[in-house]
């Protein structure tokens, strides 16, 4: 069993050792939950900037859930081209991204350019997934582990290896369930 701080029930249902990934060193675990987070690991390289950002997928949007938004942030084409610039403008060497859809993973990919690998992983049963994309000459070696929140719930964990200029970098990025009564 897995409880992560401020979280309760989370169970994995692939246990650690069935990984060639794993044990994770060196591993900078990245967690949003509809926010944005950017991390500089100057220590560990000697400039890199990593951002983890909940897209909020299409799928997901409820105009009841976001009474102060207009109707045209919640508009999914105009909403897309807003996030394809935002990332853009962030200029990050890692991203990080969670309720991300198919679609929009590859125009992200098609964003970035032949600069940046990337990397996608879906949710069983849901229309979103996490993508991971890495300013970076190989490809990413990647794996995912799927773990529950409740019994129906899917919930994963994208975990790539990304090499930078010789050296290893391990990128967790995963989207933990939202608890509306512990928030």
Same mark, same amino acid.
């Given at each position: 069993?897995?409880?992560?701080? #401020?979280?309760?029930? $989370? ?12 044990? $994770?060193?060196?591993?900078?675990? +990245? +967690?949003?939950?509809?926010?944005? +987070? !950017? ?6 390289? /000697? ?5 983890? $950002?909940?897209?909020? !997928? ?5 105009? #009841? ?26 200029? /990050?060497?890692? $991203? ?12 992200? @990919?098609?964003?970035? #350019?032949? @600069? ?17 994309? /890495? ?24 975990? /790539? ?10 990128? +967790? ?11």
């Amino acid at each position: 069993r897995m409880k992560p701080r #401020g979280h309760t029930n $989370y169970q994995l249902r692939k246990p650690y050792s069935k990984s060639p990934f794993m044990p $994770y060193r060196s591993c900078i675990l +990245v +967690v949003c939950f509809l926010s944005l +987070v !950017a991390v500089d690991a100057t220590s560990l390289f /000697a400039q890199l900037r990593i951002v983890s $950002y909940n897209i909020l !997928a299409d799928a997901y949007i409820r105009r #009841g859930r976001y009474p102060n938004a207009s109707a045209t942030a919640l508009e999914p084409t105009a909403r897309r081209q807003r996030l394809l610039d935002q990332l853009t403008h962030m200029r /990050a060497d890692i $991203y990080c991204l969670q309720e991300v859809e198919p679609g929009v993973h590859d125009a992200i @990919s098609d964003q970035l #350019g032949a @600069s940046f690998h990337g990397h996608y992983a879906g949710r069983r049963g849901r229309p979103d997934g996490c993508s991971i994309f /890495a300013r970076t000459d190989t490809p990413l070696e990647c794996d995912t582990l799927h773990y529950a929140c409740e019994a129906k719930d899917d919930r994963l964990a994208l975990i /790539a290896n990304v090499n930078l200029n010789g050296r290893t970098l391990q990128v +967790v990025s995963t989207h933990l369930r939202w608890q509306r009564h512990s928030t």
